[in-house]
């Protein structure tokens, strides 16, 4: 779903059209779903391009890098279908302010908070076990093959992982949150070891994938790569199912869903693990599940960071400061029962 462009959002399309060589200004739309980066839809008379830029305000020094999205998709192309073509990369911040890039629109449907198409349940549950094997076939790929091994930094991903969400919750609290620091402990002490090293997503969501005109129910491409990494698959599958909100929820949980994962038909978190493991031979812990949830609450808080702090004044943000202490009571239950 695409919006005509808030105002702080807004660049010089005129400065974009000259960069990319093109003698016609195109049209611009922005899309509202994201959270984080950017993304706009360029409509020229004859096609349809996407360009994606990184928002304003204070961000973590390592997030929103347009220019390492933009070569992880290029490297991925030849051997993982899955990814948009790249048009081009400007790293030039003179241009438009900041670095972006631009990528050819794959044509489909991307699910949000419903599915946006009506299907019996067999259909709605092929759907989303097509979605988990999207995410287990991304885990099977060799980044070596793909020219992408750099990504990694070696062994303690998983350490890695706590003491970098750790800080960044740390330095994007608020005075209306929780601290986590409970969280944070049991994480600390209970830090099994890695499990694997892959490519991973590190986003994966169903608003991240796009389905076929043509047939509602089968996955043709997975987009922002923005945090896609080297690391352990099973961190991978606990951040993806932090947002996984079913029907049977309770009602403060599901008023922040984000994705249709309450559709009758749609596989439960336990049934998403069962279908992982049968594939893979890897089980999911509560470790994994408690660190998804935190980490989410990092994301969630450090986009909030932004709205409190006037850095952005997308209503949409008002009140994701509940969500982060609907997280933390989460998973202390999680914690509690482990």
Not at 178 to 193: C, H, M, T, Y
């Amino acid at each position: 779903m695409t919006t005509p462009v808030r105002a702080e959002d807004a660049f010089d399309v005129a400065a974009v059209a000259a960069w990319l060589g093109s003698d016609q200004t195109p049209e611009v739309r922005q899309f509202r779903g994201g959270a984080s980066n950017l993304t706009y839809l360029l409509k020229y008379p004859d096609r349809e391009l996407i360009l994606r830029r990184p928002p304003a305000g204070r961000k973590a020094a390592t997030a929103h890098d347009m220019a390492r999205e933009y070569r992880i998709q290029s490297a991925l192309a030849p051997v993982f279908p899955y990814v948009p073509k790249m048009i081009a990369l400007c790293e030039d911040e003179s241009v438009i302010g900041s670095t972006f890039y631009v990528m050819e629109r794959v044509e489909g449907r991307i699910p949000r908070k419903e599915l946006g198409v009506h299907l019996p349940p067999d259909q709605v549950r092929q759907l989303c076990t097509r979605v988990i094997d999207l995410l287990i076939d991304l885990h099977g790929i060799d980044p070596a093959a793909a020219g992408l091994d750099g990504l990694g930094r070696g062994d303690g991903y998983v350490a890695r992982q706590v003491a970098g969400w750790s800080e960044r919750y740390r330095r994007a609290r608020t005075r209306n949150v929780g601290s986590f620091e409970k969280v944070i402990r049991w994480l600390d002490a209970n830090q099994p070891p890695d499990r694997g090293s892959c490519l991973i997503h590190n986003d994966f969501r169903f608003d991240n994938v796009v389905f076929a005109p043509d047939d509602p129910a089968r996955p043709i491409a997975l987009l922002d790569w923005e945090m896609a990494t080297i690391g352990d698959p099973l961190m991978d599958l606990g951040s993806s199912l932090a947002y996984w909100v079913q029907a049977d929820d309770g009602l403060l949980f599901r008023a922040f869903r984000r994705q249709p994962t309450h559709t009758p038909g749609m596989l439960t978190r336990r049934e998403v693990k069962d279908h992982y493991l049968a594939r893979t031979g890897l089980e999911l812990t509560p470790f994994h599940q408690v660190f998804g949830l935190f980490r989410l609450a990092g994301i969630v808080q450090q986009i909030y960071y932004r709205y409190h702090h006037r850095q952005t004044r997308n209503p949409a943000f008002r009140h994701f400061w509940v969500a982060s202490l609907m997280l933390e009571r989460r998973c202390l239950r999680i914690i509690r029962s482990a």
